[in-house]
């Protein structure tokens, strides 16, 4: 098959995607707004956001912190409510991305290929549909998240169906449905838009930028140059100023013991600008048995 073929939308299999956003717009029509359905809605965006961006990326895909095994389960559970596919898919594809960064092997560079592709139409392909266990060999050898990272969807389902269970309607489709939409996006702003807008503190040798509205959005993850600058870090707001809402719970996570060993950033990291460099994946830290 032609390269162009595996990256042209599958319509029919990518339903759900489409249907998710026709529910978010009519349930939120249907239901109507209410200070209980921004309730929902808050609440429901950011579980999500922090599940992704301290289980998914600062955890699962670069290691930055410990904890044990229950809380690794229950971090990918959390994350896969989210619908961006399996915790392993997840991993695998941002390893890749950090070793080809705006290369033409990254999966979803916006220098590369255009705000459509980074953004959403990377995912939509045949192309990037599997798991490359390679990438991910510290992560595949427990059997808890091989078997969640198949169930890919059916984690999503079932959250909306206990959301529903919990609080109806009301719950489904904003703190559901509203919130899983807007999550999405946030998230994917980070690949469309952080390679393209904002400052460049320092030479990476990729495109990547800081940007505070997208830092806000996705508690920290606008802060994307300087995670491309320093990938071991589990804060991605460098200084004060730079707010990064995910590290902040990460560190009360942290004096309560379910979290430890969260790695920070040197001074000489943090002050100094090195020749540019390639960002690469850095060596990561024993997972726990």
């Known amino acids: 098959m032609h390269d162009r073929d595996l990256d042209r939308p599958r319509w029919r299999e990518n339903l759900p995607f489409w249907g998710v956003h026709v529910a978010a717009l009519a349930g939120a029509v249907a239901v109507g707004w209410s200070w209980g359905a921004l309730a ?32 690794q389960f229950l971090l990918a559970l959390v994350a896969m409510s989210s619908a961006q596919r399996g915790v392993l898919w997840w991993a695998s594809h941002h390893r890749h991305h950090h070793r080809h960064s705006d290369e033409v092997d990254d999966v979803h560079s916006p220098v590369q290929r ?32 091989r078997a969640l990272n198949k169930l890919d969807m059916w984690v999503a389902v079932g959250w909306g169906f206990v959301l529903y269970l ?43 930028r800081n940007n505070a509205l997208l830092a806000l ?4 993850e606008g802060w994307h140059n300087n995670h491309h600058h320093y990938q071991r870090s589990a804060r991605q707001g460098f200084h004060w100023w730079q707010i990064d809402l995910t590290y902040y719970v990460l560190v ?38």
């Open 252 to 289: 009360v996570l942290e004096k309560l013991r379910i979290v430890w060993d969260l790695q920070g950033v040197p001074d000489h990291v943090r002050d100094q600008q090195p020749a540019p460099a390639r960002a690469r994946v850095e060596a990561a830290a024993p997972l726990p048995p």
């Open 217 to 220: 959005l996705t508690f920290g």
């Open 114 to 145: 255009g705000f459509w592709w980074s953004h959403v139409q990377w995912l939509l392909g045949s192309r990037h549909i599997a798991t490359d266990f390679e990438r991910v060999k510290d992560l595949a050898r427990y059997p808890e998240l």
């Open 166 to 208: 919990i609080g109806g309607p009301t719950a489904l489709f904003w703190g559901h449905f509203v919130a899983l939409v807007a999550a999405w996006h946030c998230t994917f702003f980070i690949n469309s838009l952080a390679h393209v807008w904002g400052t460049r503190p320092y030479p990476t040798g990729d495109a990547s």
């Open 40 to 71: 929902w809605l808050v609440g429901g965006y950011a579980v999500r956001m922090f599940a992704i961006t301290a289980g998914y990326h600062r955890y699962f895909a670069h290691r930055t912190f410990k904890t044990s095994r229950v809380v």
